[in-house]
């Protein structure tokens, strides 16, 4: 299954999917497998999806 980077919006406290003890968090993104449970949390705003920025290449890269 594919992975996606998350970590806990400020100020909520959410559990990692099947480990109701064991808590994800707001400081620094981890590796979750990329589930229901996680989507669900991203779309309630409960959770932050870390989004890569694409590779710079071309002119204008080159320019700067």
Same mark, same amino acid.
């Given at each position: 299954?594919?992975?996606?980077?998350?970590?806990?919006?400020?100020?909520?406290?959410?559990?990692?999917?099947?480990?109701?003890?064991? /808590?994800?968090?707001?400081?620094?993104?981890?590796?979750?497998?990329?589930?229901? /449970?996680?989507?669900?949390?991203?779309?309630?705003?409960?959770?932050?999806?870390?989004?890569?920025?694409?590779?710079?290449?071309?002119?204008?890269?080159?320019?700067?």
């Amino acid at each position: 299954m594919a992975t996606i980077q998350v970590k806990a919006a400020a100020g909520i406290k959410i559990a990692k999917e099947n480990e109701p003890r064991n /808590y994800i968090p707001t400081d620094d993104f981890i590796l979750v497998e990329d589930s229901h /449970y996680y989507r669900k949390a991203i779309a309630d705003n409960d959770i932050e999806l870390k989004v890569d920025e694409p590779a710079k290449t071309g002119a204008k890269a080159d320019a700067k």
